[in-house]
């Protein structure tokens, strides 16, 4: 794959270097007899950045040079005097760093972080995503660290060998928590009891993980490495430039020539250039083709084999007619919009247009198969579907009101009462409860949702709940109890511990029992259960001080409007810290969470704390 890369990328550049220029000689590695060849040392003088800066040459180029004087994944620019380097990052510094050096003999290239403001780089450290860089850490090729960002209350004392941690991060840390950096590959019960994980993520790292991270810290500066071609460390290292030859596709060894007029740079440039992109734009037009080709040949198979169990399928014409041209949007979910409709019959419905589906189809062949067999009170109908080439849509029965996300984060009315009493919140939770223990129990398969939340769950005119969005779901056996997961799904706030590392345990249909208990949480205190920004640090633990306050037989700030609400509050509040128990097999099954939220409160008993304490006390919540 690599070779044939390079292939392409230097076809167009061949054409023109023969149509333009004359034949030159360059001296293969091989050590044979001269021959006329088209090599990188013909058209790509070595150059810098002026200044100290490094030498740049083969594999690497500016980004004004010709696209042949370099491979792929090594251009450089210049700003201000100095070599810049961009690499995939997330972080606000746009990924760029300076070059300080580059060894092409022992390929590789020093950077430090080109923002000179930067006042916590371990934040630029942990943003790199090199995977589909040419680049990585010198110490050890292509191996990523699963790291974990540690919050604790205390520091960790210093003669402690239970784990090799980084810290505390002063520029993360404040006089109330201490953050380190351990690897994920730690066992989580090892660490001290005031510490808690509150970030884990995977960067590419050398052997000694203190050092690499204490480096950065100090100097900002790291060391990357890049695979270097057959040939060029012996040419390096007799002396010689490293350069490629195009026409026999192998390295070479060069020195020194003179530069080609300017003129001719350019006129090679922009021939190239524009070549090239059309090349590319051939290309990419191909391999699209090929792959909707692909997607629509396996959905239309899927709607093929499960015809006998699928709903009414619609042309995109018929949607434009149902929904009058998409005229009304009822709002934006995570694949797409979803706009309100009215079939021929007069039945009105929700028409979800898939815009940011999953590439192979995955999203819409969930949809049908999954929701297209289920029949149940508390889960939402599926009516109708189109899958017309790349357009895929799902017509589902229309519920008036919305979302429960709403209505438990607008808190009050302009009577400053809570839009939803507490025998309606509890009426709704054991509707959510019976249509996720169906899922679980009451179909041939085993059904994961991987994706509860306010936002999925749909009121209808007599605020029924129905679950929907069936996008992430999974199917197994209930023999199984165990699902193999190759990456985390779902919506962050409301993931399962398991998903993110198997520290935790083993992914179940206890995940969904997670997502449900950080959902009655949020009913019970009309707020979001998490806040990511590191400054409302207070406002992280609302689930841990939710414990703190029933446990201390607290009242939880909330608006106790008639008899029996503080038991309903209290009752929630207790499930829900049930529910997202750290462990899966100390969570509830969704069956048992049906017969708490029918029983008294009396009966309940308080779980253990689910979570490492921080001894955070929040401030009241109006």
Known sequence: MYSLLISISHFSSIIFLFL??????????????NNTNITTNEFCRPTTCGGNGPEIRFPFRLKTQPVFCGLDGFELSCSNNNTLLHLPSSSSNNGDFYVQEISYLHSTITIIDANEQTTCPVKILLSLNLTSSKFAFSEIWYINWNIAIVNCTAKIAQSSNEIEEVGPIDCISDDKFFVYVISGIESMDRLPSNCSVSQTTYIPTGSDINSTVRNFLEKRRMVMAWEALDGCYGCEKSGKFCGFNFTTNSTICLKKKEPLPISVIIAISIGCATFFSLVMLLIYKSIKSDKEKEVQQRVEKFLEDYKTHNPTRYTYSDLKKITGKFKHKLGQGGYGSVYKGELPNGIPVAVKILEHSNANGEDFINEVAIIGRIHHFNIVRLLGFCSEGTRHAIIYEFMLNGSLEKFIFSKMNESNHRLLSWEKLLKIAFGV?????????????????????????????NFHPKISDFGLAKLCSKEISIVSMTAARGTVGYIAPELFSRNFGEVSYKSDVFSYGMMLLEMVGCRKNIDFTIENQSQVYFPEWVYNRVSQG?????????????EIAKKLAIVGLWCIQWNPTDRPSMTMVMQMLEGQLQSLEMPPKPFVSSDVEMNEIS
């Open 20 to 33: 333009l220029l004359p034949d030159t000689q360059a001296k293969t590695n091989s050590g044979g007899n």
């Open 433 to 461: 409860a019976r249509g996720i223990e169906y899922l679980h129990q009451g179909c041939k398969q085993r059904i994961l949702h991987f994706d509860i939340k306010p936002h999925n769950i749909l009121l209808d005119h």
């Open 554 to 566: 607290r009242e939880i700030s909330i608006k106790i409007e008639e008899d029996g609400d503080e």
